[in-house]
């Protein structure tokens, strides 16, 4: 298992103006899986990446990268787990403007002060198509080719899992698209594990499979998603919603 929650609950504020984000919430993620979450506005999906990346507490339950319980953990400890076995895409590519892409790939590692592996390194270079834009800034790079930097970035370490938040949010769809086929090489010529979460049913058909969250609960799954598949999962839903 790369990841998992169990009885994840998480709750903000208290009294009246308490929501109950996540109640309950059981999800594992296998190694070497690409995992799309998804669901409507408000559902849960930032809470629950942000909670199994060990980014925020929960109010119950238990959540584990690999074998470590992150709920059982300090904070010095988190911070560790955190910056040596997950790897991090944000829809806004959070890249150094300063930087060249290379630097911008190793910083994280520059930071830790740990060494890249050369041959991974080449490996995830190569995958990405970034082989000619290296010395390039963020700046002379389109929005595709930066999110690939981003992701780099993220694999650069070959973290244990990958947490991307809407990573084709800022993308056209050609560019999205690019990202996405990368991801999904990334998952079956590296054994990288991902877990995305995604609004776009395009996004999700990448993914081994899809969890539907709904007002804080799970409330279905789908193996070797298209589009059309998650799109009729998603109509059936709001049906669902209307009717209730
Ligand atoms: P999604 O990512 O699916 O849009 P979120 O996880 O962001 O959903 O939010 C789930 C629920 O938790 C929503 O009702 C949201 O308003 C609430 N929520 C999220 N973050 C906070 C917060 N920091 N304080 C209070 N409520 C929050």
Redesign the pocket.
Known sequence: MAARAAGLT?A??SGETR?V??DAVDVSVTRGEYVAIM??????????M?CMAGLDTVSAGQTWIGESELTALKDKHLTRLRRDKIGFIFQAFNLLPTLSALENITLPMDIAGTKADRAWLDQVIDTVGLRGRLSHRPGELSGGQQQRVACARALASRPEIIFADEPTGNLDSRAGAEVLAFLRRSVTDLGQTIVM?THDPVAASYADRVVF?AD?HVVDELAEPTAGSVLDRMRKFDGAGRRS
Do not use: D, M, N, R
């Not at 669901?39 to 629950?48: C, H, I, V």
């Open positions: 998480k903000y504020g929501v984000a996540l669901g409507p506005s408000g559902s849960g999906k930032s809470t629950l942000h979460v969250l804080g």
